[in-house]
């Protein structure tokens, strides 16, 4: 609407100049109205509209154990000393990290692909290949977080513990950061 209403200004200034009768005041003014694309109601998800509230809290429970046993074991390297006996053997700071990277990188891989097996139920809609890679980047952002975590710590027990209340701790605070949003 406003692009003819530019046009036709343009055009009668152009005509008028030029002496010539405007083709434009002759022509009747079409009349525009927008209208929303025709699409289909919306249906609503029987299993999803009554469980979407507690997916997060299904996913932050299920990597628990992944959290802990990953924290367990990099701390418990440290409280036995086991890096520095193989610092010893000439073993350098580069190939211990690459080893445990490889060690959870695949353990976390084959953890996605089992989750990715079993979600194809629940998301029917998705990709399997995008639900495959979201959920081994999050495993992948949870083994930085374990990383992070052990360095804090110089006794397995107490890192494994503390590490999952971290690790909960950002659920329940994203789920507050949601809750004051509404």
Same mark, same amino acid.
């Given at each position: #609407? ?14 008028? @100049? ?17 209208q ?14 009554s ?24 701390? #418990?390297?440290?409280?036995? @000393? ?5 610092? #010893? ?39 399997? @290949? ?6 081994? #980047? ?18 397995? @027990? ?24 509404r």
């Amino acid at each position: #609407m406003a692009q003819q209403m530019v046009q036709d200004y343009v055009l009668g200034a152009t005509f008028e @100049k030029k002496g010539l009768a405007n083709p434009v005041s002759e022509r009747p003014f079409v009349n525009f109205a927008f209208q929303n694309m025709p699409l289909p109601s919306y249906q609503k998800d029987g299993f999803w509209g009554s469980v979407k509230s507690l997916f997060a809290i299904f996913v932050t429970v299920a990597f628990i154990y992944p959290v802990s046993s990953m924290i367990r074991e990099l701390v #418990m390297e440290k409280e036995t @000393k086991i890096k520095e006996g193989m610092k #010893m053997m000439a073993l350098s700071n580069g190939a211990l990290i690459t080893s445990w990277i490889l060690h959870f990188g695949i353990t976390y891989w084959i953890l996605s692909v089992v989750v990715t097996i079993f979600s194809n139920k629940l998301f029917v809609y998705s990709d399997s @290949k995008i639900i495959f890679v979201y959920f081994f #980047m999050f495993l992948n952002a949870l083994m930085s977080f374990c990383y992070w975590v052990s360095t804090l710590f110089s006794r397995a @027990k107490t890192a494994s513990i503390i590490g999952v209340m971290l690790y909960f701790s950002g659920y329940i605070i994203t789920e507050g950061v949601k809750s004051s949003d509404r």
